[in-house]
């Protein structure tokens, strides 16, 4: 508890002195943040702690598994809250560490595109994020993250939508067109708050 109150403060202070940055919607973070899920779109491995330092709170988050090949990494990363995915395959065992987290009153962080995008542009949305919002019953906050050109004090924007209930992400797991909407309602929100959001240099 202690190294990770202390990283995540040095992740405030950094972060803050990094980027010049601008919240929309911050009264749309729940007083009561654990046992949800944060679904942003995904531009940058700056993501997780730049999410992580806005809403505050502990968290968990999916990390592909190459990182974990370094030792010193995977061991860091591991006490922020990552664990490893594979990426190109349902992980099954990922899906379920998440929804362990949730249970245990974690925030989860999951960026439904399963990829980092290079172009700013939203891809489409994989069936891991409705997946484990339906079999957790948790509810869904939207969020928007850019950043402008890279120069001191880079600026960095991040739009948070209202939180999609839990009674809105019902399904049956065995029908994959239902849990291929709730993806696409999921990313349909994200998409909003990308058209609503401001440009920035």
């Not at 069936?127 to 339906?134: D, F, L, N, R, T």
Request: glycine content about 8%.
């Amino acid at each position: 508890m202690f190294f990770y109150k202390l990283a995540t403060g040095l992740a405030w202070l950094f972060f803050h002195i990094k980027f010049k940055i601008t919240v929309i919607g911050r009264e749309n973070i729940p007083k009561k943040l654990g046992g949800c899920i944060i679904a942003s779109n995904h531009v940058s491995n700056n993501d997780p702690p730049f999410i992580g330092v806005t809403f505050k709170g502990r968290f968990t988050f999916m990390a592909k598994e190459e990182l974990f090949k370094n030792p010193l990494f995977a061991w860091l990363i591991k006490r922020l809250g990552a664990f490893p995915v594979k990426r190109g395959a349902k992980d099954f065992a990922a899906i379920d560490k998440a929804i362990e987290s949730l249970d245990k009153g974690r925030t989860f962080i999951i960026f439904p595109e399963g990829t980092r995008s290079k172009t700013g542009e939203l891809g489409r949305p994989k069936s891991g994020v409705s997946i484990i919002a339906v079999r957790a019953q948790a509810p869904v906050i939207p969020v928007f993250v850019k950043y402008g050109r890279k120069k001191f004090r880079q600026n960095a924007l991040i739009s948070i939508g209202e939180i999609i209930p839990k009674e809105q992400l019902q399904a049956d797991l065995s029908d994959k067109r239902a849990i291929h909407e709730i993806s696409n309602k999921i990313m349909g929100e994200i998409a909003g708050l990308k058209a609503a959001a401001p440009d920035i240099e």
